[in-house]
């Protein structure tokens, strides 16, 4: 069951992320409340951009094991299904969900989830730019989690719902949720037997 389920979550994300977007653009878009808007943009650019490193093309997993991983780096251990999984679906879906369930009136907490995809983005262009080629992700990335970002900082603080002095602590959470992934990976991998 759980291998079907590592198999299926990032193409079962893609029509979660048009469902959103159509709750957004058709059935609800006038009376949306902006925070809420954007945390659920947030969640299905999120879901899009999986299935771009999952499925089509997909091949992440073998890019990281192959490109990124460093057995006397940073990134010292293999990506493996379960956490591949822990880190899109229980880390990435769960703090959006939970960002949208309990602190979708929170600017500056909608503002570190968008943060922390746009962190995302920014790693996979400077991934493409080390290595002088395609990534997966890197497309949507590009596509939707840097301009997310970068729109939804100038449109929060130009409205005066997040602060100069809020700026600080966006910035600080969002490095600090960033640094979740490899600490998921670490906890995540192969056990030497």
Request: proline residues 4%; hydrophobic residues 40%; positive net charge.
């Given at each position: 069951m759980i291998n079907l389920i590592y198999r299926n979550w990032a193409k079962a994300g893609l029509l979660f992320s048009l469902f959103i977007l159509a709750y957004i653009y058709l059935i609800n878009k006038h009376s949306m409340p902006l925070l809420e808007k954007y945390v659920l943009l947030n969640l299905a650019f999120l879901m899009i951009h999986q299935f771009e490193e999952y499925v089509y093309p997909g091949t992440f997993k073998e890019y990281f094991n192959t490109r990124i991983y460093n057995p006397f780096g940073f990134f010292r251990n293999k990506l493996t299904d379960k956490g591949i999984f822990w880190v899109n679906v229980i880390l990435g879906w769960g703090?959006?969900?939970?960002?949208l369930l309990f602190f979708r009136d929170n600017p500056q907490a909608v503002m570190t989830a968008i943060g922390i995809i746009f962190i995302n983005g920014i790693m996979h262009f400077f991934t493409?730019?080390?290595?002088?080629?395609?990534?997966?992700?890197?497309?949507?990335a590009a596509i939707f989690f840097i301009p997310l970002g970068l729109y939804s900082f100038n449109k929060f603080y130009s409205a005066g719902m997040i602060k100069t002095v809020d700026i600080l602590l966006i910035i600080v959470y969002s490095l600090l949720g960033s640094l979740m992934i490899p600490i998921?990976?670490?906890?995540?991998r192969e056990k030497r037997r």
């Open positions: 703090l959006n969900i939970a960002v493409a730019f080390k290595t002088r080629g395609y990534n997966p992700g890197v497309v949507t998921t990976i670490y906890g995540c």
